[in-house]
């Protein structure tokens, strides 16, 4: 079974700073990896996410991901961070080619002060 | 629609109630997923359907847990028997191959 590990559970920033997440998963096999986010009072959305090919992932709203496969893990970066970005982020994992159910981390609770 | 919906958004069941919980997914969309997210956690897969067959319930954490989607659409969760630690935000979410899963916004359940 996979397993998936967001280290940090509070960030707080402040506008235009550089953003990194971290995400690292255990799984003994190939992998389909996402990043989701949830706006206060929203629905979950997706971000971004990787099945193959370039490892350096662009998703909307200016974030990016990089599959570093010889870590596991899949951070999540975004250069010059908003107000609006204060949500909370989840990274998860599906084993690559099926469509199975998503592991997800416990989440990182994104502040972004004015 | 345009997303996947869910109702209700709220529900407050007695403790020992039956409840049900719908999904509308994407429209065309083949696989469904439930999950279940307590609060301050991340959500945890429960039960999958790829058209009306139920392919995987393995994260159903009681028999009191049963879903179904019979016409391979619309699926409902339902909880029989329901107790204070089946309190939580049960999520749907709908894909298609190759482009991840879109998540509905969630039934809140309290039981009380």
């Known amino acids: 079974a996979q397993s998936v590990s967001q280290h940090n559970h509070h960030v707080i920033l402040s506008e235009a700073a550089s953003l990194e997440l971290g995400c690292n998963y255990s799984?003994?096999?190939?992998?389909?990896l996402f990043w989701y986010v949830q706006y206060p009072g929203q629905h979950l959305q997706l971000l971004l996410k990787y099945f193959s090919g370039d490892p350096l992932v662009k998703g909307i709203k200016g974030f990016e991901a990089e599959f570093i496969k010889s870590k596991f893990s899949f951070n999540l970066r975004k250069p010059s961070v908003q107000w609006s970005d204060t949500a909370e982020y989840f990274c998860a994992v599906n084993p690559w080619g099926g469509a199975d159910g998503l592991t997800f981390g416990k989440g990182t609770h994104l502040i972004i002060q004015p | 629609g345009a997303g996947v919906s869910q109702s209700p958004r709220y529900k407050v069941a007695k403790r020992g109630q039956d409840v049900a919980l719908r999904c509308d997914p994407i429209s065309g969309h083949v696989s469904l997923f439930w999950y279940q997210q307590a609060l301050g956690q991340g959500p945890e897969f429960l039960t999958y359907f790829q058209n009306e067959a139920q392919l995987d319930k393995s994260g159903l954490p009681s028999d009191r847990f049963f879903a179904e989607r019979p016409e391979g659409s619309v699926s409902t969760l339902k909880i029989q028997r329901t107790q204070q630690e089946d309190s939580a935000v049960y999520l749907c979410?709908?894909?298609?191959?190759?482009?991840?899963?879109?998540f509905g916004p969630g039934t809140r359940l309290t039981v009380l």
């Open positions: 799984y003994g096999g190939t992998v389909n």
């Open positions: 979410a709908s894909s298609e191959p190759e482009a991840g899963q879109f």
